[in-house]
């Protein structure tokens, strides 16, 4: 990594972050990316962003999400589908990149939000009490509405969002002809952000549980549940 100052960038302390019950491995982080063109520069921040990752102790997979289709237009058992959800399951956090077109995510970012459930059966929570870090590509000039919208998602899903994140203006400019981006201050900021999500997901990982153990959800049965979403509003 050129790019990387790298005596700027300890390892993490882990001992200072982990839980007693931590299990273990290396933290697990999936990375999205929202663009299906070839020179795609949210692609290439995810693989940036893996790099830096990958430096500081973690396993991490990206998804390719050529081939999957729309929400409700396929089956959960496509192929794409299938594989998206296993990695959702594997992951202990995730990295979201998304370009912004006509003032918001792409619609292939938010497809595969959309694929994933709050719960699968047999009560696995895909995304519950998971990190998040969110990041965004631009064509024009520097903007937040991705990374903004991608934050409700991430609340939505109940993942916990850290607080940084990475917007790149003009970002055909600032990526290199080997779909590299060189030292400087967008750079830094990927870095930031990949390092306070690895020290989330440490601090975090073996504690979820109990952080988004929930009093309503423990007085309300699951028949109860049931009847109750089942029931016509009058």
């Not at 631009?138 to 998602?153: A, C, E, P």
Request: hydrophobic fraction near 35%; glycine fraction near 6%; aromatic fraction near 8%.
């Amino acid at each position: 990594m050129p790019a990387l100052v790298a005596e700027a960038l300890p390892k993490i302390d882990v001992e200072a972050l982990k839980a007693d019950r931590d299990p273990g491995h290396k933290p697990r982080i999936l990375l999205l990316y929202g663009s299906l063109r070839e020179q795609s520069y949210s692609r290439r921040a995810v693989e940036e962003s893996a790099r830096i990752l990958r430096y500081l102790g973690c396993e991490t997979k990206i998804f390719d999400p050529t081939g999957l289709p729309q929400p409700d237009g396929a089956e959960p058992e496509h192929p794409k589908v299938a594989e998206l959800r296993e990695l959702v399951v594997w992951s202990e956090g995730m990295v979201w990149s998304s370009p912004e077109r006509h003032g918001a995510m792409t619609s292939i970012m938010k497809a595969q939000i959309d694929w994933l459930p709050l719960s699968l059966q047999g009560g696995i929570r895909t995304t519950q009490g998971k990190t998040l870090a969110v990041m965004q590509v631009s064509g024009g000039s520097q903007s937040f509405n991705s990374v903004n919208q991608m934050r409700i998602l991430g609340r939505w899903m109940r993942m916990i969002t850290i607080p940084n994140q990475s917007s790149i203006p003009k970002a055909w400019l600032e990526f290199d002809s080997e779909g590299r981006l060189p030292a400087g201050p967008f750079y830094a900021r990927i870095v930031d952000v990949m390092e306070e999500l690895v020290k989330f997901t440490w601090l975090t990982r073996g504690r979820s549980d109990y952080l988004v153990d929930r009093y309503s959800e423990r007085v309300e049965s699951v028949e109860e549940v049931h009847k109750r979403v089942s029931t016509k509003s009058t």
